[in-house]
């Protein structure tokens, strides 16, 4: 069935970049999502890119997707304290129903 | 107010009870789900129902039910709940125009946290 596998934790200091990389198994993806949740929140769409584009920047956030690879990454730049936050990866197929998600990466921002 | 709202947020209980956890939602959505949420292991689908009439299925459905009562709210049932569904539940809803689309905005509740002792 379809996989989306991401580490489990990233340490960055402030002001650094964050990258954050999530690999699935599904060749038929049409969208892939960075979702991000906050401490005792629900989750939050923070971007998404269509698969027939390799790239896609959103102010301090780039996305970049390797197809042929199956390997989505996320890329925060000047990462603040108010990155902190569990980031998770999913992917859609057309024909699917609903979502399906990987584990989730624990971003710690240290000051 | 939040779009998506669970109820209750926190609830502990005993092996053997039977537990509801509530959404309601004024998105005017059509598409709800529930998740649930463990760590390492992220959100794992349990069932979803895309209207009133329509209730199917996740990947971990066994030991769980729920009852769509209308497009506005979604319940998710545990008829005797183990101490292995002590975990965070998670509510959502996508619009139907984006689903076909597949671009695949889910919009999430807060969260019930279910312990199970």
């Known amino acids: 069935g379809e996989d989306v596998e991401q580490s489990l934790f990233l340490s960055v200091r402030e002001g650094d970049s964050s990258v954050i990389n999530c690999t699935y198994t599904?060749?038929?993806?049409?969208?892939l999502y960075w979702y991000k949740q906050e401490p005792g929140a629900g989750l939050q769409l923070l971007t998404y890119?269509?698969?027939?584009?390799d790239m896609k920047q959103d102010q301090r956030l780039t996305v970049l997707l390797n197809k042929k690879d199956k390997h989505l990454s996320l890329r925060i730049a000047d990462t603040q304290t108010g990155d902190s936050a569990i980031y998770f990866c999913?992917?859609?197929?057309?024909?699917?129903?609903?979502?399906?998600f990987g584990s989730g990466t624990r971003l710690q921002v240290q000051p | 107010d939040a779009d998506v709202t669970q109820t209750p947020r926190n609830r502990i209980t005993k092996t053997g009870k039977r537990i509801m956890l509530e959404c309601s939602q004024t998105?005017?959505?059509?598409?709800m789900y529930w998740y649930r949420q463990d760590p390492g292991l992220g959100l794992r689908l349990i069932y979803y129902?895309?209207?009133?009439?329509?209730?199917n299925k996740g990947e971990i459905s066994d030991g769980y039910s729920v009852s769509r009562q209308a497009q506005a709210k979604f319940s998710l049932s545990l008829e005797s709940a183990i101490p292995n569904q002590t975990a965070l539940y998670f509510c959502?809803?996508?619009?139907?125009?984006?689903?076909?689309?597949?671009?695949?905005?889910?919009?999430f509740g807060e969260g019930s946290r279910l312990t199970v002792l």
């Open positions: 890119i269509f698969s027939n584009m």
């Open positions: 998105k005017g959505h059509d598409r």
């Open positions: 599904d060749s038929s993806s049409t969208y």
């Open positions: 999913a992917e859609s197929t057309k024909g699917r129903r609903a979502l399906t």
């Open positions: 959502a809803t996508s619009d139907p125009k984006l689903a076909e689309m597949n671009t695949g905005e889910l919009f």
């Open positions: 129902s895309f209207d009133v009439k329509d209730i």
